[in-house]
């Protein structure tokens, strides 16, 4: 079994800047892909970013690109969501998962099996 913990999240103006944090128990994470999602009030859940367990692949969604940036320790068990320019758009419950299998980050959230209960993250203008 595996716990996964966000914490980071906060409210912020626009323009600022956040790091999210995702610390496991349980289980290392060494060996699984990571990735980040957010759900904002009334939409899906989204991806946003993806990391590969050795860290030599990273993925970002198109609107995040540029302004956030994934890492991890696996001799932490933490993964790191570093989050710049933000805005208010960028507004969502933002939750770390453990992805099943797999060396790429996988993009869906059927691909990841298991999950925190997320960190809000509000910004406003």
């Known amino acids: 079994q595996v716990q996964l913990v966000e914490s980071g999240g906060g409210l912020v103006q626009a323009g600022d800047s956040l790091r999210l944090s995702c610390a496991a128990s349980?289980?290392?994470?060494?060996?699984?892909?990571m990735g980040w999602f957010r759900q904002a009030p009334g939409k899906e859940r989204e991806f946003v970013s993806g990391?590969?367990?050795?860290?030599?692949?990273?993925f970002y969604a198109a609107s995040v690109k540029g302004r956030f940036a994934i890492s991890r320790d696996n001799a932490k068990n933490t993964v790191f969501l570093q989050m710049n320019s933000l805005k208010p758009e960028d507004t969502a419950v933002y939750y770390c998962?453990?992805?099943?299998?797999?060396?790429?980050?996988?993009?869906?959230?059927?691909?990841?099996?298991?999950w925190g209960r997320g960190t809000q993250v509000t910004v406003s203008s």
């Open positions: 990391i590969s367990w050795r860290s030599e692949y990273t």
């Open positions: 998962a453990r992805q099943r299998q797999g060396t790429l980050p996988a993009r869906v959230g059927r691909e990841y099996d298991y």
């Open positions: 349980g289980r290392t994470l060494s060996s699984y892909a």
